[in-house]
């Protein structure tokens, strides 16, 4: 079982004196920077000189530095940039600043887990990962609360890397919720797996078949839309606030048969076996050196996908859905 730790089990004995430079400030740059620097520790934001980033950060009443600045200042550098972006970044403007005794941070394993950021030995390696967005990482602390986050660490120099991890975690407003421990690997493999077997390229799947067998057994796409997507959002929020019997309980005894005695039909064992092909690839490394080959060499593949998924019927239907309920 995970270890988790609360706010009452951590003291700040690390980073009070430390400076924290963010790197970024989309999503969760903003939303770390700002709890962070709410919670009394001193924090930099690094970005690309005169962006809208740059000027939100200003907004915010913070001073960014140009990121090599930051990197330069920061005891603890905290990239919070998107993956792919992150290696060239590092290597321009954070690595020369990487001196014994500094902390190299992320909220996501990736880089540091499949070796496309190496930082020099002396350097604590360590990873805050709220599981939430942003938005509501920030939403959450003004309240009062959090949302739980992963803590790992990949390399402990100093000795003092785990309790940083803590003490940055707890800054964030996250151990309000639980900082729960794992490793690199656990972190980014499971990360990566989940979003392709479930929540993104399972979610879209099943959702599209759904829709597709409907209309093509001759219902209106508009009531389509409505069984296999609109209402998915409300099956999941129960499941997310109270688990399985909480959704199961809410259902109809008719959903509850249906569901129980036909869903293993549709989702059967072929599904499962299809998953552990992902977990294999993922393990392996074979899926992150296709993609960081594919945005290095052919980013219109990306494109090409998304706009595949933009073209699909489902798509207009949400969009004349949505603005009927007032949600566009």
Known sequence: ?????????IEYEVIRDKTVAVI??????????????????NVVVGLRPKGRSWERAVGDGFSPLPIEEAAEKGDIIHILLPDMVQPQVYERHIAKHMADGKALSFSHGFNIHYGLITPP??????????KSPGARVRETYEAGSGVPALIAVHRDSSG???????????AIGCARAGLIETTFAEETETD??????????????????????LVEAGYQPEVAYFEVLNEAKLIMDMIAEGGFMKMLRAVSDTAKYGGLTVGPKVVDKRVKRNMKVVVKNVRSGAFAKEWVRVWREKPERLKALMKAIERHPIERVGRKIRKLSGLE
């Open 1 to 9: 079982m995970a270890r988790i730790y609360f706010d009452k089990d």
């Open 24 to 41: 970024g400030y989309g999503s969760q740059g903003r939303a770390q920077a700002l709890n962070m620097r709410d919670s009394g520790l």
């Open 160 to 170: 003092n890397a785990k309790r940083i991890s803590l003490e940055m975690g707890k």
């Open 121 to 130: 030995e002396g350097v604590d390696v360590i990873m805050v990962a709220p």
């Open 192 to 213: 990566i797996i989940g979003e392709q077997t479930v929540l993104v390229g399972g979610l879209i799947e099943l959702i599209k078949d759904g829709f597709e067998v």
